[in-house]
């Protein structure tokens, strides 16, 4: 069975970073496109930013630009998102997700202060 563990989250000032981190187990992540997701609260989920199965290709939302970058340890069956320049409006739940085989971790989350 598919499954995706985030980790990486916690509470940092206005400015900071963290690094989220992914671990895949369960399917052949080397070939699949990732992920990462986040949720506010009353707030529908949302796309932050993907990359392909080789990490070639990166896409980010507007927010995200410029502030967060998305990687992969093909290796290591792990996908990380580093976010730099945190904001109050960044606080939500990050999720992990796996287009192809549909599948979300639980979660890890994110509280940025002013």
């Known amino acids: 069975q598919v499954q995706l563990m985030e980790s990486g989250g916690g509470l940092v000032q206005a400015g900071g970073s963290l690094r989220l981190s992914c671990a895949a187990s369960g399917f052949i992540f080397v070939i699949h496109t990732m992920g990462w997701y986040r949720q506010a609260p009353g707030k529908e989920r949302e796309l932050v930013a993907t990359?392909?199965?080789?990490?070639?290709?990166?896409n980010y939302a507007d927010s995200a630009k410029g502030r967060f970058t998305i990687s992969r340890d093909n290796a290591k069956n792990m996908v990380f998102l580093e976010m730099n320049s945190l904001k109050p409006e960044d606080t939500a739940v990050y999720y992990c997700?796996?287009?192809?085989?549909?599948?979300w971790g639980q979660g890890t989350q994110v509280t940025v202060s002013s």
């Open positions: 997700y796996s287009p192809s085989s549909a599948s």
């Open positions: 990359i392909s199965s080789t990490g070639a290709t990166t």
